[in-house]
């Protein structure tokens, strides 16, 4: 808790779901928060029970408004809100476009405006939500996994380059979550993710034990470690494991 106490601290994709299990575990660490969501009213509420302050609007060009919200300076960003749309390459172009937005670009945009603070005074902390469907896939979503793949890629990027500078970064990489999203995932979700789903507060406690000990990769359930291993190590036959998983879905639809 100590690492939080005081400092800055921004939540996007808040106002319920793993943003709003985050921006609680903050501000009960003493952090002072600034709840960020499209929704108003939800970022509203969030906030008016923990304290924080609430920053509603576009993820993408959160950083100055809630700066200013903060006293001016912002030291923790949680990059959190996200989209999951369906769909293979016959989805429309908009899903891919806004999955894009979202996923990555809201990421980059936010680094855009923090590294040069962060970069000044040797610290930062940038938590990026990204979803085990960034280290494997997710079936019935290319936008989702394509999307979740660049978020992990652009978090070791930041992770890489930075480290040396003061500037930690986390990627949050959990399966299923029971949140609205998941409900959202139909049978895919039901399939693949559902039997195994843990609670938003789960994700917020893995994190922060992740921040403790200093690891870029936060993996609520420790069992995606060995799919990525597997993954990694033998692809045909994690390829084919995946593809019974897309078959037994297809004979259920």
């Known amino acids: 808790m100590g690492i939080v106490r005081d400092t800055g601290v921004v939540v996007t994709g808040a106002g319920g779901g793993i943003g709003a299990a985050l921006a609680r575990r903050f501000a009960a660490g003493g952090a002072r928060v600034v709840v960020n969501d499209l929704d108003a009213a939800k970022a509203e509420a969030v906030a008016a029970e923990i304290g924080a302050t609430a920053v509603p609007g576009d993820a993408s060009d959160v950083v100055e408004a809630a700066r200013e919200a903060l006293g001016g300076r912002v030291d923790v960003y949680c990059a959190n809100a996200g989209v999951a749309p369906s769909g293979g390459p016959e989805a429309e172009e908009d899903l891919w476009e806004t999955a894009w937005d979202v996923n990555v670009m809201a990421h980059v945009r936010a680094a855009r405006k923090l590294l040069p603070e962060w970069l000044d005074r040797g ?11 960034g280290l494997l896939t997710m079936l019935g979503s290319a936008p989702y996994s394509v999307s979740k793949h660049a978020a992990l890629a652009f ?8 480290r040396h500078c003061g500037i930690d970064v986390h990627a949050i ?11 959202g995932t139909g049978p895919a979700g039901d399939l693949v993710l559902v039997p195994t789903a843990i609670e938003p507060a789960q994700v917020a406690d893995a994190l922060f034990e992740g921040m403790a000990a200093g690891r870029f990769l936060i993996l609520p359930h420790p069992e995606v470690a060995d ?27």
Do not use: I
């Open 123 to 133: 610290s930062g902390r940038f938590v990026s939500t990204v979803s085990a469907a």
């Open 155 to 162: 978090a070791e990027w930041l992770s890489l380059t930075y």
């Open 173 to 183: 990489c959990p399966q299923g979550v029971r949140t609205d999203m998941l409900r």
């Open 227 to 253: 799919y990525y291993a597997a993954r990694a190590t033998d692809p045909d036959r994690w390829l084919r494991g995946m593809n019974h998983l897309q078959r037994k879905l297809e004979e259920e639809l």
